[in-house]
């Protein structure tokens, strides 16, 4: 598949609503733990809860800083959703405090739907070449990237209503399917 559909930019428009929903609801069911419990290593690639959730920052901060080269337009994508300190790699802590964490997510959650409502077929289908935290150059069309992005995020949202049963917090519902009109 080389040319996207128009389909393709609601589907990454209806994936970053739903970034939102499932982080609100991730981050709510955390914070009935205690900070002690949401930082506890339980043995999950990130270690802990509140490590999971560091390095979904960290992804999407990458992944937002590379798509705010694709040209004008991502003025969402600004210095406060894309900073980072020194990289020391993806385990890196961001963010110590829980609360500011939550907040700042929220930011970023802003500026994903807003990202994703600029998307055009155009934009999708073209090539898009980035260095990865290797350092290695990659290209490829961007809705490959745009693709891994929400895939990531699914990904390590799974590891992290695991650990939150683990811990005895029931999350809910968080299918994809809970936002079908």
Not at 65 to 77: K, S
Not at 103 to 128: K, Y
Not at 135 to 162: D, E, K, M, V, Y
Request: aromatic share 10%.
């Amino acid at each position: 598949m080389s040319e996207p559909p128009l389909a393709l930019t609601a589907h990454y428009r209806w994936m970053a609503r739903y970034n939102t929903w499932i982080n609100a609801r991730l981050l709510e069911a955390a914070a009935s733990l205690s900070d002690a419990e949401r930082k506890r290593d339980r043995g999950a690639f990130f270690g802990s809860i509140h490590g999971t959730f560091n390095h979904l920052v960290v992804g999407d901060k990458l992944w937002l800083g590379r798509f705010a080269g694709l040209g004008p337009g991502f003025e969402m994508l600004d210095e406060e959703v894309l900073s980072l300190p020194p990289f020391t790699g993806l385990d890196m802590q961001v963010f110590e405090d829980f609360d500011v964490m939550v907040r700042h997510r929220q930011r970023m959650d802003a500026a994903i739907e807003a990202f994703a409502a600029q998307l055009t077929p155009e934009l999708v289908s073209a090539s898009f070449a980035y260095t990865t935290s290797k350092g290695l150059a990659r290209r490829h069309p961007c809705w490959q990237a745009l693709s891994h992005f929400f895939n990531h995020q699914t990904h390590h949202r799974g590891q992290i209503t695991t650990l939150l049963m683990q811990a005895g917090v029931d999350p809910g519902m968080t299918d994809l399917l809970a936002l079908v009109d």
